[in-house]
T-cell receptor, first 114, second 113 residues
Framework: DTEVTQTPKHLVMGMTNKKSLKCEQH?????MYWYKQKAKKPPELMFV???????INESVPSRFSPECPNSSLLNLHLHALQPEDSALYLC????FGQGNTEAFFGQGTRLTVV | AQTVTQSQPEMSVQEAETVTLSCTYDTSESNYYLFWYKQPPSRQMILVIR??????QNATENRFSVNFQKAAKSFSLKISDSQLGDTAMYFCAFMEYGNKLVFGAGTILRVKS
């Protein structure tokens, strides 16, 4: 099983809404990631959790708040977003440091902020 | 900071032919990992192939193979017997200690019938 599952697949939200994106993996990976991707551009790293602790925050605005409840789950809480935050949000997990390094992505959440 | 450079914004190839996508990277580390990902129009990011820097042997996965030149910091992807389903954006990515997975700008590959 090399699956990373993200929900929802699509999300439309107003600028005053609060919503959450969810990500789940059962490969035993201990690193999980959030990326933001605009069309025809590479993914931009937002956050990295390593062994359930936030290890990298790429100076992301505080309207994005990550959470890692356990080793299989990763959430991204959204509040007071701007239209320019509309993008594809990708979750990934990796087994870096666990022997056979691999990194897999979920299918993404297409977020539109109106 | 590590950087990944893909110098070919777009490429095209005839069906059944071979194409090579280029990637160079910069790092001062000796242990790291390199990946090629495919992103078709569905925008699902699919792992195509990976290479550990400490392994001298080039990775292969069916029609996909890499030419890893550690001294030159080069990691090219060769696709043999190209198929229409290979049409996608291809990203080269780099990971070193600290778990940071960094991507190149991508190459759009179009396979023509």
């Amino acid at each position: 099983d090399t699956e990373v599952t993200q929900t929802p697949k699509h999300l439309v939200m107003g600028m005053t809404n609060k919503k959450s994106l969810k990500c789940e993996q059962h490969m035993g990976h201990r690193a999980m990631y959030w990326y933001k991707q605009k069309a025809k551009k590479p993914p931009e790293l937002m956050f990295v959790y390593s062994y359930e602790k936030l290890s990298i925050n790429e100076s992301v605005p505080s309207r994005f708040s990550p959470e890692c409840p356990n080793s299989s789950l990763l959430n991204l809480h959204l509040h007071a977003l701007q239209p320019e935050d509309s993008a594809l949000y990708l979750c990934a997990s990796s087994s870096f440091g666990q022997g056979n390094t691999e990194a897999f992505f979920g299918q993404g959440t297409r977020l539109t902020v109106v | 900071a590590q950087t990944v450079t893909q110098s070919q914004p777009e490429m095209s190839v005839q069906e059944a032919e071979t194409v090579t996508l280029s990637c160079t990277y910069d790092t001062s580390e000796s242990n790291y990992y390199l990946f090629w990902y495919k992103q078709p129009p569905s925008r699902q990011m699919i792992l195509v192939i990976r290479q550990e820097a400490y392994k001298q042997q080039n990775a292969t996965e069916n029609r996909f193979s890499v030419n890893f030149q550690k001294a030159a910091k080069s990691f090219s992807l060769k696709i043999s017997d190209s198929q229409l389903g290979d049409t996608a954006m291809y990203f080269c990515a780099f990971m070193e200690y600290g778990n940071k997975l960094v991507f190149g700008a991508g190459t759009i590959l179009r396979v023509k019938s």
